[in-house]
């Protein structure tokens, strides 16, 4: 069992940023692909980016490609979200999320635990 506790969402205004954390329980950490998601009211929730247990390999939905940046440390057991440029339809409830699996998915199904969320909101 991987428990996930995110941290660093709030409101900000449209062109700042803000990072988001998300501290991960076990000790299996490293072995984890980490990914996150957001989900706008409304709508589905949908795949922002993901990083592979290493590091070596991040991918990006093209909505926040060149914005967004993954990352993690091992050490620390934690991911990261840097979040720049943001734009008011980035807000959202931002997931952290986790797979044992190689393969990084895009869809929500294809993940295995989930954190709580953290909430960004961006003013135009």
């Known amino acids: 069992q991987v428990q996930l506790v995110e941290s660093g969402g709030g409101l900000v205004q449209a062109g700042g940023s803000l990072r988001l954390s998300c501290a991960a329980s076990?000790?299996?950490?490293?072995?984890?692909?980490m990914g996150w998601f957001r989900q706008a009211p409304g709508k589905e929730r949908e795949f922002v980016a993901a990083i592979t247990w290493g590091g070596a390999s991040t991918y990006y939905a093209d909505s926040v490609k060149g914005r967004f940046t993954i990352s993690r440390d091992n050490a620390k057991n934690t991911v990261y979200l840097q979040m720049n440029s943001l734009k008011p339809e980035d807000t959202a409830v931002y997931y952290c999320?986790?797979?044992?699996?190689?393969?990084?998915?895009?869809?929500?199904?294809?993940?295995?635990?989930w954190g709580q969320g953290t909430q960004v909101t961006v003013s135009s």
């Open positions: 076990g000790r299996t950490f490293s072995s984890l692909t």
């Open positions: 999320t986790s797979t044992r699996k190689l393969r990084v998915g895009v869809r929500a199904e294809e993940w295995d635990y």
